[in-house]
């Protein structure tokens, strides 16, 4: 098992920043990668980004690449999201996920294909 805890959620004007963090415990040395979905009211759940948790290669969703920068910290378990340039259109709860086995690149923005995931952390921008 596998449990994820997201934090640094919050209210912020348009244009400004947030960096949300999750941290895993449990079987984490199985984890293949970490992924960022996100989920607006009364939308579907979307990619945002995702990370390999040994190599470090990143994937992005078009609507964020350029403003968001996934990371990792091997040594605490934890996976960041740098929220730079934000926008009312990024209002969502925020979901870590962990994939604990080989994914290929084209399966990372697929929700189903991630094996836990945290319970999310509201980010709100205000115009």
């Known amino acids: 098992q596998v449990q994820l805890v997201e934090s640094g959620g919050g209210l912020v004007q348009a244009g400004n920043s947030l960096r949300l963090s999750c941290a895993a415990s449990?079987?984490?040395?199985?984890?293949?990668?970490m992924g960022w979905f996100r989920q607006a009211p009364g939308k579907d759940r979307e990619f945002v980004t995702a990370?390999?948790?040994?190599?470090?290669?990143?994937y992005y969703a078009d609507s964020v690449r350029g403003r968001f920068t996934i990371s990792r910290d091997n040594a605490k378990n934890t996976v960041y999201l740098q929220m730079n340039t934000l926008n009312p259109e990024d209002t969502a709860v925020y979901y870590c996920a962990s994939r604990l086995t080989f994914l290929n690149n084209n399966y990372y923005s697929q929700s189903s294909k991630y094996d836990y995931w945290g319970q999310g952390t509201q980010v709100t921008v205000s115009s």
């Open positions: 449990g079987r984490t040395f199985r984890t293949y990668a």
């Open positions: 990370i390999t948790w040994s190599s470090g290669s990143t």
